[in-house]
T-cell receptor, first 113, second 110 residues
Framework: NAGVTQTPKFQVLKTGQSMTLQCAQD?????MSWYRQDPGMGLRLIHY???????DQGEVPNGYNVSRSTTEDFPLRLLSAAPSQTSVYFC????????????FGDGTRLSIL | GNSVTQMEGPVTLSEEAFLTINCTYT??????LFWYVQYPGEGLQLLLK???ADDKGSNKGFEATYRKETTSFHLEKGSVQVSDSAVYFC?????????WGAGTKLIIKP
């Protein structure tokens, strides 16, 4: 019963490096999203997808790219890491419908030096 | 625009005390409302939800009632335990995203 799986759990990068945070779900959910969580600011939406081949920007998309080639996978790419991107990143998925709850992964703690 | 406002924390209580965490929202229309809980080092888990006015969501002894007239969705529990220590988030469903409150850290002392 995997649910939403995020890898890695921890990562340290140097400024300017690029990397991809992986997210996979096995519940056949159409909707997936990426959030960042910073102290005192709750969760902020980075990008989301309503189905394979469809992505859109959330509240804080700058510096991040996403793609959705399959229903299961929704990777988040940092193009050129900056210290301001130090955060905890959560991937979530849910079935279609705004009254449906989201299912979250355990998060990736990312530090940019 | 749509928003969610939660009471600031941390909230510190003794075991078996009564808990209220306030949550109010602004929205056009009547969104679904949610409470999520985040235990230390973990992701967020759905605690309860309500999809229309006067609905009461409940789970694990927690309750919240969707109050349209006061645009509120306050979280309550009659007797808290140390294991309830966590961060609690109120959220509203809006089209393709959830709109989140800032979270309220709850600390329960034995």
């Amino acid at each position: 019963n995997a649910g939403v799986t995020q890898t890695p759990k921890f990562q340290v990068l140097k400024t300017g490096q690029s990397m991809t945070l992986q997210c996979a779900q096995d519940m056949n959910h159409e909707y997936m999203s990426w959030y960042r969580q910073d102290p005192g600011m709750g969760l902020r939406l980075i990008h989301y997808s309503v189905g394979a081949g469809i992505t859109d920007q959330g509240e804080v998309p700058n510096g991040y790219n996403v793609s959705r080639s399959t229903t299961e996978d929704f990777p988040l790419r940092l193009l050129s890491a900056a210290p301001s991107q130090t955060s905890v990143y959560f991937c979530a998925s849910r079935p279609e419908g705004s009254n449906q709850p989201q299912h979250f992964g355990d998060g990736t703690r990312l530090s940019i030096l | 625009g749509n928003s969610v406002t939660q009471m600031e924390g941390p909230v510190t209580l003794s075991e078996e005390a009564f808990l209220t965490i306030n949550c109010t929202y602004t929205a056009t229309g009547y969104p679904s409302l949610f409470w999520y809980v985040q235990y230390p080092g973990e992701g967020l888990q759905l605690l309860l939800k309500a999809t229309k006015a006067d609905d009461k969501g409940s789970n694990k002894g927690f309750e919240a009632t969707y109050r349209k007239e006061t645009t509120s969705f306050h979280l309550e529990k009659g007797s808290v335990q140390v294991s309830d220590s966590a961060v609690y988030f109120c959220a509203q469903g809006s089209n393709y995203q959830l709109i989140w409150g800032a979270g309220t850290k709850l600390i329960i002392k034995p």
